[in-house]
């Protein structure tokens, strides 16, 4: 059974003052809410506009930062759910916690049921695949639609390239890095960027400020890096129940520049998904940024079908 959905008078009560001063309102103007997913521990998440459910999903290093133009747009239509994962954005930061895929997969179920969020288009990206989709593969009729951006739900046990990129980040040379030199946000996001130029100073550094230091890299970041080849069981089991997805309605939207995740992988979401609508953008990893109108209008295009 289903833990009954938080009311919003709850949700009001659970709403603080105060804004870190280093987010930028102008840019995510969005009213700030806050669920308790563990004893003692908050998600913050956003919750805009009316409508059918639209729950968004980021990965790694990012917070629900980067779904604000697509948020800004839909929420005229749609009620726009986004989280940021434990240690990401505004939530809290629990030391007890693993950061791993599969024990933010469980947080985000437990925030989904809380809200009796149902019938809902999920859209993932990044990280965000391997994280929210068993809400669509453990709980049938959960998910009606669903929208991948350069995602995943696979191993990457028979991918060389990917296994490199795995061993590097993931043993104690990439911890170090990402520890000492901030090697997630510093280099490998703005190397997503096909036009590094959209990766503004004033973007950068709400990506920037959730990790000031070395401890917070290395306890938040790091363990989703060892994950790209430490998580690969979990992996195998989301892509064994694969066909539950089938027969959902389905967009991925895909940056054919984006310097990690190549055109194989959307080649295999191609194979997973047959009758999706394909939309491939000359951009990076990050299509939500480099191209917002482009994905916008991919979106309402999807999203005005009649099922």
Request: charged content about 25%; overall charge positive; glycine content about 8%.
């Amino acid at each position: 059974m289903r833990p009954a959905p938080v009311l919003p008078s709850e949700l009001t009560e659970r709403v603080p003052s105060a804004t870190p001063a280093w987010v930028d309102r102008s840019a995510y103007p969005f009213r700030s809410r806050f669920l308790e997913v563990l004893p003692g521990t908050r998600m913050h998440y956003v919750d805009e506009g009316a409508g059918d459910v639209v729950l968004f999903v980021h990965g790694t290093p990012t917070w629900s930062f980067e779904w604000r133009g697509v948020i800004r747009h839909l929420s005229r239509t749609h009620r726009c759910v986004a989280i940021d994962h434990l240690g990401f954005g505004l939530s809290d930061r629990p030391r007890d916690f693993d950061y791993t895929p599969e024990s933010h997969a469980q947080v985000l179920r437990t925030f989904v049921d809380r809200l009796g969020l149902d019938g809902l288009t999920l859209v993932v990206h990044d990280f965000g695949g391997p994280i929210g989709l068993p809400i669509a593969l453990d709980t049938p009729g959960r998910a009606r639609r669903l929208v991948v951006l350069n995602s995943w739900m696979w191993s990457f046990e028979d991918d060389r390239e990917m296994q490199r990129a795995g061993r590097l980040v993931g043993g104690a040379f990439g911890r170090f890095l990402y520890r000492r030199a901030n090697l997630s946000l510093r280099v490998l996001t703005p190397s997503g960027y096909a036009d590094r130029r959209k990766l503004t100073p004033e973007i950068h550094a709400q990506y920037l400020a959730p990790f000031p230091d070395a401890d917070s890299r290395s306890r938040v970041l790091w363990p989703l890096a060892r994950a790209i080849l430490g998580s690969s069981a979990y992996y195998d089991s989301l892509w064994e129940r694969r066909g539950a997805l089938a027969g959902l309605p389905a967009l991925v939207i895909w940056g054919t520049k984006d310097p990690a995740f190549k055109p194989r992988l959307l080649e295999r979401w191609q194979a997973v998904l047959p009758t999706a609508r394909v939309v491939e953008l000359p951009v990076g990893h990050w299509p939500q940024e480099e191209a917002p109108d482009e994905v916008n209008r991919a979106l309402d295009d999807f999203l005005s079908l009649r099922r």
